[in-house]
């Protein structure tokens, strides 16, 4: 008796995942939806525009973190290892947070590696290990970077009247990157260590 043909089975039954499919894209990156949240498209445009930017900034953050908590060397190795990844499970809270504020305004949050690469301000570090100091400068330029931006979104958004954006910006973002500059920068001022 010849054994039934599985596959043609599992999809009768409804079981059988279909893989391989393809398909058009259904909202270009850019474009907008209208959600019914009240706010012109123009405005959330714009806010989309700068959380995306934010966003892209932070993402190549979150790296960094990742890439020196795993590159730490020296006497305060443990201590650093420890604060970078506190810093990069921060980072990536704040990621999600822009990212489902965007597709909350109708827009497309900006995600694939490539696209990130194309948009951020920050430069591109050295592919190997650099001094520890020089790492946690690395991490300080890029805070600064997106914490400019963040002062400039935070400010079009309140005279645009998106309330929902200008909170998350002030009180999550800008707040996270203020209080995660200060931690990393201690941390390069030069005190003796037994002695004063």
């Known amino acids: 008796m010849p054994t039934p043909n599985i596959n043609k089975l599992a999809r009768a039954n409804g079981s059988q995942p279909l893989l391989h499919q393809h398909g058009h894209e259904i909202q ?68 999600d947070v822009m990212a489902e504020r965007v597709q909350t305004l109708g827009g497309v949050a900006i995600a694939d590696p490539r696209h990130v690469a194309e948009v951020t301000k920050i430069k591109r570090p050295p592919n190997g290990v650099e001094e520890v100091p020089v790492m946690l400068s690395r991490l300080l330029e890029a805070h600064e970077l997106i914490i400019t931006e963040l002062r400039s979104a935070i400010d079009k958004t309140a005279a645009n009247q998106d309330s929902g954006t200008n909170d998350m910006l002030v009180s999550q973002v800008l707040r996270t990157n203020e209080l995660q500059v200060w931690f990393l920068a201690e941390h390069l001022v030069d005190t003796p260590l037994v002695r004063s």
């Open 28 to 95: 270009p990156y850019g474009n907008l939806v209208n959600p019914p949240i009240t706010l012109s498209p123009d405005t959330r445009r714009e806010s989309c525009t700068l959380i995306n930017q934010i966003l892209a900034d932070t993402i190549i953050l979150y790296h960094f973190y990742k890439k020196h908590h795993w590159m730490m060397r020296g006497h305060t190795f443990y201590q650093l290892h420890l604060l970078l990844d506190k810093h990069a499970s921060e980072q990536i809270e704040l990621i």
